[in-house]
């Protein structure tokens, strides 16, 4: 064998590894998320009970413990998928989210009463060959030896044109549609962190590239794109973070997990391929195979999402305590009645009578 076959054999078992190593930190990562999921939902709740929903703009979620535990939780999760971006493609590890659905989905049906209908679970079987297929047929991804190498395909023009588009849409949503229509349409606020989170997973894997280079003993903290690319992940984390916690706190937690992952998977393998090139040089044959894994686990979410009962939860405002004293006319069978003050009657009790009248 030749010295070139050789090494490219080689290189074709690291690469491999590498991609292995990714998968299985997705994984882990996809399991951390979805008990974040229900965890921070939870928080949510028990905030929103004692004070202004995070829906309608509070902020009473960070005094709750348990909201902090799913975030602690979450931020495992991420920090996972950050390593996974170390070894692995985006457009390997991204679709493997697909995984905390599932976990948020099942546990959602146990401690929230979100009930998995039983078509769900062919929803879930869906998610796991489609991920299967995707790992099977992953791109053998070639590492950049510096952030200068990174940035430079951060400046290609084709890649500018997709981030200054994510960003005048996120803008567009963020200051015309979340203060409209946020409350009512639920593509609002998941819109946000799916265009940005394409956004937070390109700076994120070049982080990641940076850091796992300095490690290998080629420094890249004299770089300004490094420190560049971190405050942009950071902004970007925050703003999904907030908009994410709005949608979580307004809808089915079992609606906003498939709605997002398949929003945010698509864009991200999207910027990641236009960004990273991560199709260059496969066969048509492994990136049709790679399209149908990732359309089986975007059939698998909609699955899971068309059989899950709708929220029931109404906003609080609609449910106010009356006052203690109230004036109120009754009308019935011609005969007029008129109470004023009256500390007797229940403020949290109304009978209704033919008509009723309330000033």
Known sequence: MSPDATGEAGGGGDLFAANLKGSLLAVASSAFIGVSFIVKKKGLLRAGAAGSRAGVGGYGYLLEPLWWVGMVTMLVGEIANFIAYMFAPAVLVTPLGALSIIVSAVLAHFTLNEKLQRVGVLGCVLCIVGSTVIILHAPQERTPSSVDEIWHLAIQPDFLCYATAAVAVSLFLMIYCAPRYGQMNIMVYVGICSVIGSLTVMSIKAVGIAIKLTIEGINQAGYFQTWLFAVISITCIAVQLVYLNKALDTFN????????????????????????????GQSASKIASEICGFLTVLAGTLVLHSTREPDQTLSADLYAPLPPKIYWHIQGNGDIGKQKEDDSLPCDIITVMRQDYFV
């Open 253 to 280: 937690t079992a609606v906003v997990s498939p709605i997002y992952y398949a929003m945010f998977t698509t864009l991200t393998i999207l910027a990641s391929a236009i960004m990273f090139k991560d199709w260059s």
